[in-house]
């Protein structure tokens, strides 16, 4: 059995995208239980008319709501009664095996720190996420926005962490770790990815060298390690050139009969195209580094994000004990080079 926590008030489209969304992964897991976390008489409405298995779905109250406006660290210690805190609480009491988010990302950051803690050996959490390639399979990024000032060290966790989450969570055998750089040379780069670079080789099986940006979609490596400053600059530039070049075509193609012709004749492609740019395809970025796994998915989600979040990253992600795996080469990573404060 697996236990979610879903912050069923967080999100752009809260409460009801978030609870479809759920619902909906409902029927592709069997072991999946849901803990919707929110205002009861909203989620009740919610739930009237829909066809679920009640067994499977409960209420937990939550009077407050964290929103997208309030301040990071301060509402996450005086909204106690937020449909956030709640979920995170249920994890940490153990009730729960993973909480899922669509609020305020920095106060879901801070609260995976203040109620589950940092692991062992890792001194910054990391958040990471896949996205779409041209090659067929998702890269890996971390970390997009958890540590905007991360140095080598941390950067080196973040890339021994994201191995095994794509060995476990995608299936890759050897996956290919690299640091994003302005080149593929060595000496390429400011001094902390210089730095990184001597300490990745020294100490990550696997690691493939410096990538350019230019690389990562096109099969240039499986694991993508920068801080994130710059991860969170990358995730959201490529969304939003995706969104601009679909967005491109919709208004293009209606003008004229040529292109409408041509576009039926090529439709093929472009759904192709719009599967492999689609960000909602993994739904969400897991908060990599503590004790309890904590999802953040986009502010805008709708309905198929948060399924796809539960269906290929929080399910997953309990079944094969991921957390405890990453405890253990955390800790032997630092034995080998020292905890980082």
């Given at each position: 059995?697996?236990?979610?926590?879903?912050?069923?008030?967080?999100?752009?489209?809260?409460?009801?995208?978030?609870?479809?969304?759920?619902?909906?992964a409902?029927?592709?897991?069997?072991d999946?239980?849901?803990?919707?976390?929110?205002?009861?008489?909203e989620?009740?409405k919610t739930?009237?008319?829909?066809?679920?298995?009640?067994?499977?779905?409960?209420?937990?109250?939550?009077?407050?709501?964290?929103?997208?406006?309030?301040?990071?660290?301060?509402?996450?210690r005086?909204?106690?009664?937020?449909?956030m805190?709640?979920?995170?609480?249920?994890v940490?009491s153990?009730?729960?095996?993973?909480?899922?988010?669509?609020?305020?990302?920095?106060?879901?950051?801070?609260?995976?720190?203040?109620?589950?803690g940092?692991m062992s050996?890792?001194?910054?959490?990391?958040?990471?996420?896949?996205?779409p390639?041209?090659?067929?399979?998702?890269?890996?990024?971390?970390?997009?926005?958890?540590?905007?000032?991360?140095?080598?060290?941390?950067?080196?966790?973040?890339?021994?962490?994201?191995?095994?989450?794509?060995?476990?969570?995608?299936?890759?055998?050897?996956?290919?770790?690299?640091?994003?750089?302005v080149?593929?040379?060595?000496?390429?780069?400011?001094?902390?990815?210089k730095?990184?670079?001597?300490?990745?080789n020294?100490?990550?099986?696997?690691?493939?060298?410096?990538?350019?940006?230019?690389?990562?979609?096109?099969?240039?490596?499986?694991?993508?390690?920068?801080?994130?400053?710059?991860?969170?600059?990358?995730?959201?530039?490529?969304?939003?050139?995706?969104?601009?070049?679909?967005?491109?075509?919709?208004?293009?193609?209606?003008?004229?009969?040529?292109?409408?012709?041509g576009?039926?004749?090529?439709?093929?492609?472009?759904?192709?195209?719009?599967?492999?740019?689609?960000?909602?395809?993994?739904?969400?970025?897991?908060?990599?580094?503590?004790?309890?796994?904590?999802?953040?998915?986009?502010?805008?989600?709708?309905a198929?994000?948060i399924?796809?979040?539960l269906?290929?990253q929080?399910?997953?992600?309990?079944?094969?004990?991921?957390?405890?795996?990453?405890?253990?080469?955390?800790?032997?990573?630092?034995?080998?080079?020292g905890?980082?404060?």
């Open positions: 059995m697996v236990r979610v926590a879903i912050d069923a008030m967080g999100g752009d489209y809260a409460p009801t995208e978030i609870v479809g969304g759920a619902l909906s409902l029927s592709y897991l069997e999946l239980h849901l803990i919707l976390v929110g205002k009861q008489n989620l009740e739930l009237e008319k829909k066809e679920y298995p009640q067994k499977r779905v409960v209420i937990h109250n939550a009077d407050e709501v964290i929103t997208c406006d309030d301040d990071p660290g301060l509402s996450i005086n909204k106690k009664e937020s449909s805190v709640k979920a995170l609480q249920l940490r153990g009730d729960a095996d993973a909480a899922l988010s669509a609020g305020n990302t920095g106060a879901l950051m801070a609260g995976g720190l203040l109620f589950l940092r050996g890792i001194s910054r959490p990391a958040l990471l996420t896949p996205m390639s041209f090659s067929g399979k998702p890269v890996l990024f971390l970390d997009v926005g958890a540590n905007m000032d991360a140095r080598p060290e941390q950067l080196l966790q973040y890339a021994q962490m994201g191995r095994i989450y794509a060995q476990q969570i995608l299936g890759y055998h050897e996956p290919r770790v690299a640091l994003l750089n080149g593929n040379e060595e000496n390429k780069g400011n001094n902390q990815i730095k990184a670079y001597s300490l990745f020294d100490h990550l099986k696997g690691f493939h060298g410096n990538v350019e940006g230019t690389e990562v979609f096109f099969n240039g490596a499986d694991v993508v390690i920068c801080d994130g400053f710059v991860g969170n600059i990358f995730l959201k530039t490529s969304e939003g050139l995706s969104r601009a070049i679909l967005s491109y075509f919709r208004q293009e193609i209606p003008g004229q009969i040529r292109y409408k012709l576009a039926l004749l090529l439709q093929p492609v472009f759904l192709k195209l719009r599967e492999k740019v689609d960000t909602s395809g993994y739904g969400g970025a897991p908060l990599l580094g503590v004790n309890g796994l904590c999802i953040k998915c986009h502010g805008s989600s709708k198929r994000s399924e796809q979040a269906i290929k929080a399910h997953p992600f309990v079944k094969k004990r991921v957390t405890e795996q990453l405890q253990k080469a955390l800790q032997e990573l630092a034995g080998e080079i905890e980082v404060q």
